[in-house]
């Protein structure tokens, strides 16, 4: 059985560590603020006071932070990840970050003779309670096969994309996707109620067709319900996106979608939003 330590225990990260204890692995947690971890600690996880003592004697290392700012921080910091580090140890970032910054964990840990996976997941606070969340893998493959049964108590689709990197590329994509769908059932929701119908019988008739999709069925009633607290933060979404248009930048690849959906988030943490859900851009209609 793996020892495992777990970095970043936020909306999503509390859930997947959760899981973890109920398989009965023994799991030791860090997070800025020791407040957030108690439901976990009351529950069973050893808790560590330093990043350096959460690496000490794990086998498996978990981080799920907010930014990568946060993620070079705690892994390349001279009192990080690597630094207190040894071999045969592996890390696994969760966060949605850059993938140049993955590639660079990967080479920093691997002249620490550790290995690591980008592993970026989709499925909001709903996937990560119910053990369902898209895990899109980069990295070796045997290291990933080493990983994946443990990734299995959280995830139901758990794919290895390629090499270091190719996670963090492909949850840009699932992000891309989720950002002009976003415009798309606010807009729907929105046409509706101006046209004076029943929002939530319209749910019922287009969701279960062509228009379905995850956010359509999951966050259409969240925003009907005027609930837009966080499954995932804004400001965190909003970071996704502006990484997704330096990539494709990068590429010279020309995305008018990612385009006006910076836009739209932009003006909502203008406004102060940006510590709610994503489905927040419902208020921009109403």
């Not at 228009?211 to 966050?219: D, E, Q, T, V, Y």
Request: charged letters at 20%; one cysteine or more.
């Amino acid at each position: 059985m793996k020892t495992i330590s777990f970095i970043g225990t936020g909306v999503m990260g509390a859930s997947i560590v959760n899981h973890l204890l109920q398989a009965g692995y023994p799991v030791t947690v860090y997070t800025r603020t020791k407040e957030k971890a108690e439901p976990l600690l009351a529950a069973g996880a050893k808790w560590a006071a330093t990043v350096a003592q959460a690496v000490q004697d794990a086998e498996l290392i978990f981080t799920m932070v907010g930014m990568p700012a946060d993620v070079e921080d705690i892994y390349l910091e001279d009192n990080g990840i690597i630094a207190n580090g040894k071999n045969g140890q592996i890390v696994v970032d969760m966060t949605t970050s850059s993938p140049a910054l993955a590639k660079k964990i990967d080479l920093a840990a691997a002249e620490k003779g550790m290995t690591s996976l980008d592993a970026p997941v989709s499925g909001g606070d709903v996937g990560a309670k119910n053990g369902t969340l898209s895990i899109m893998c980069g990295g070796e493959e045997s290291v990933f096969e080493q990983v994946k049964p443990i990734f299995s108590l959280f995830g139901s689709q758990i794919i290895l994309q390629g090499g270091a990197g190719a996670g963090q590329h492909t949850k840009m994509s699932n992000q891309l996707a989720i950002a002009t769908n976003m415009i798309g059932v606010c807009e729907a929701l929105a046409y509706a109620e101006k046209a004076g119908l029943d929002p939530e019988r319209v749910l019922e008739s287009i969701s279960p067709g062509a228009a379905g999709s995850w956010s359509l069925s999951n966050l259409g009633p969240r925003m009907l319900a005027g609930n837009f607290e966080p499954g995932f933060y804004t400001k965190h979404f909003l970071k996704d996106l502006r990484i997704a248009l330096d990539e494709a930048n990068a590429m010279k690849l020309d995305l008018p979608g990612l385009q006006l959906a910076i836009n739209l988030y932009e003006e909502l943490m203008a406004k102060g939003y940006g510590d709610k859900g994503t489905q927040v851009l419902f208020k921009k209609y109403q």
